[in-house]
């Protein structure tokens, strides 16, 4: 990976925003509807966020078989990596150690 790409890089690790699987903690006080709205719009906020200072952004989701779904709901821009296993965290620290910087989603609220 060119040192450019390197130094700019975040790992944006997220779930595919599936209904009464995200945040579902909140779901006590929540409808998962809620919970939901409330994931996708703490997902777009926060590469709203990054896009401006120029990071390339790489989107690495949870669970497999989803990409079809993440690329229809945030488009083309970023570059995306589908888990090897169901937790995305299991295959992606070691490379973000080497990388870059990254966020997890759901360690935000």
């Not at 779901?27 to 990054?50: G, I, K, M, N, P």
């Not at 989803?66 to 169901?86: A, F, H, N």
């Not at 299991?90 to 935000?108: F, Q």
């Amino acid at each position: 990976m060119a040192q450019r790409q390197k130094e700019n890089l975040v790992i944006v690790f997220m779930r595919a925003p599936i209904e009464e699987t995200v945040k579902t903690r909140h779901q006590a006080v929540f409808s998962s509807q809620e919970t939901l709205t409330l994931y996708r719009s703490c997902v777009l906020d926060t590469l709203d966020h990054l896009e401006p200072n120029g990071h390339d952004i790489r989107i690495d989701f949870c669970p497999a078989g989803e990409i079809g779904m993440i690329t229809s709901w945030l488009g083309p821009k970023y570059s995306y990596r589908e888990p090897k296993k169901d937790n995305h965290s299991v295959h992606a620290w070691p490379t973000v150690l080497e990388m870059g910087l990254a966020v997890d989603i759901g360690a935000l609220f």
